[in-house]
Structure formats: structure tokens, C-alpha cells
């Protein structure tokens, strides 16, 4: 069980991270897709709509800024689910999600996010006391 933990928290940590990293991409691509020439408006006709959608989701694949994290919030998911094989979900879901709160938190202070800084590491020390009780 101990070794599953150590799992739980490094799959939060991995989750957190790109979760931030994720945003940062995302927010790029929304800037590209800003001054863009091309608007969905263009597009009455609902295949063409769709059509404009997918390309759209193409394009943000394309940015690696959120791509790459992408691909290993994938893979910490893929893990997650080998891992509830193993362990209590009562215990897995707790301290993957409270970690992964923590992490995003802290990730997108470092990555300049605009935050409170005081509640957010009041809040993660909250999270950390959680996950500590639920391990114990």
C-alpha cells in the first residue's frame, strides 16, 4: 500500500502540473485563434460549423505548449487507473485530487498566474494536512 501512495501523489503532482501548463497552451492558442481572420461566424451551414470546430481542436493540438502536457496528463491518467487495480478507491480518489489541487495551485503561481498567494498556500497547507490524515 505505501508504494501505491507514493503513485497517488506523484500522479496528483504530474496531474497539477500539466493542468497549469495546459492553461498556459491553451491560452496561446486562444490568442492565435483571436486574431485570426477566420471566424466560426463565417460558417452558417452546421457542417461547416463543425467542420470549423475540428479544425479548431487540430490547431490546439498543434500548439506543444499544450500538447506535451497534454499527452502526460494522459499517461498519469492511464497510470491512475492501474493504480485503483490496486488500491482503495475511498483512499485513491481523496489524495489524488487533493494533491493534484495543490499542485495546479502552486504551478500557476510559479507559471505567474495572478493569485492570492497568502490563501493559496494556506489552502494547499490544508490539502497537504488532508492527505496526511487520509494516508494515516
Known amino acids: ?50 467542420l470549423g470546430h475540428l479544425n479548431n481542436w487540430l490547431e490546439l493540438l498543434l500548439v506543444w505548449q499544450y500538447s506535451i502536457p497534454f499527452l502526460l496528463n494522459l499517461s498519469a491518467s492511464a497510470t491512475f487507473f492501474a493504480v485503483l487495480s490496486d488500491s482503495p478507491i475511498s483512499l485513491a480518489v481523496p489524495v489524488t485530487n487533493a494533491t493534484t489541487f495543490a499542485a495546479t495551485a502552486i504551478s500557476a503561481m510559479l507559471l505567474g498566474e495572478e493569485t492570492r498567494v497568502g490563501f493559496a498556500l494556506f489552502g494547499t497547507f490544508l490539502i497537504v494536512l488532508g492527505v496526511w490524515f487520509c494516508i494515516m
Not at 501523489?9 to 495546459?22: Q, Y
Not at 492553461?23 to 471566424?39: E, F, I, N, T, Y
Open 1 to 50: 500500500m505505501g508504494g501505491d501512495v507514493e503513485k497517488m501523489i506523484a500522479i496528483g503532482l504530474v496531474w497539477g502540473v500539466t493542468n497549469a501548463l495546459m492553461r498556459k497552451g491553451a491560452l496561446l492558442w486562444d490568442q492565435k485563434l483571436q486574431s485570426s481572420s477566420v471566424k466560426l461566424q463565417q460558417f452558417p451551414q452546421l457542417h461547416r460549423r463543425l
